[in-house]
């Protein structure tokens, strides 16, 4: 059983910076392509970013594009996603997830990962 926890969020103001983590545990995780995405109240989960299995090949959404970076350590068993000059606009609830395939063709289909994390919240001040 593979388990993704997701931590480093919090309360920040617009123009900060933040990074928040995703530990996974129960699996290969170097094996596994992951994402991030978020969903805000009231509105439906949407992709944030993509990682491919080995760190090279990764893509954004045009909200994140220029502001946002994910990475992977695969010898921690973790990603994460950094995230910088925040705005109001970014505050959600992060989850990650992992799809059993190595790559995935359409990152941002939620349909394509079977693990998800609980989430961490994001919240920017304005």
């Known amino acids: 059983q593979v388990v993704l926890e997701e931590s480093g969020g919090g309360l920040v103001q617009t123009g900060d910076s933040l990074r928040v983590s995703c530990a996974t545990s129960?699996?290969?995780?170097?094996?596994?392509?992951m994402s991030w995405f978020r969903q805000a109240p009231g509105k439906e989960r949407e992709f944030v970013a993509y990682?491919?299995?080995?760190?090279?090949?990764?893509s954004y959404s045009d909200a994140v594009k220029g502001r946002f970076s994910i990475s992977r350590d695969n010898a921690k068993n973790t990603m994460y996603l950094q995230m910088n000059s925040l705005s109001p606009e970014d505050t959600a609830r992060y989850y990650c997830?992992?799809?059993?395939?190595?790559?995935?063709?359409?990152?941002?289909?939620?349909?394509?990962?079977?693990?998800w994390g609980q989430g961490t919240q994001v919240t920017v001040s304005s």
């Open positions: 997830a992992a799809s059993r395939a190595q790559a995935v063709a359409q990152p941002s289909w939620p349909v394509n990962y079977g693990y």
């Open positions: 990682i491919a299995w080995n760190g090279i090949t990764t």
């Open positions: 129960g699996g290969s995780f170097r094996d596994y392509a």
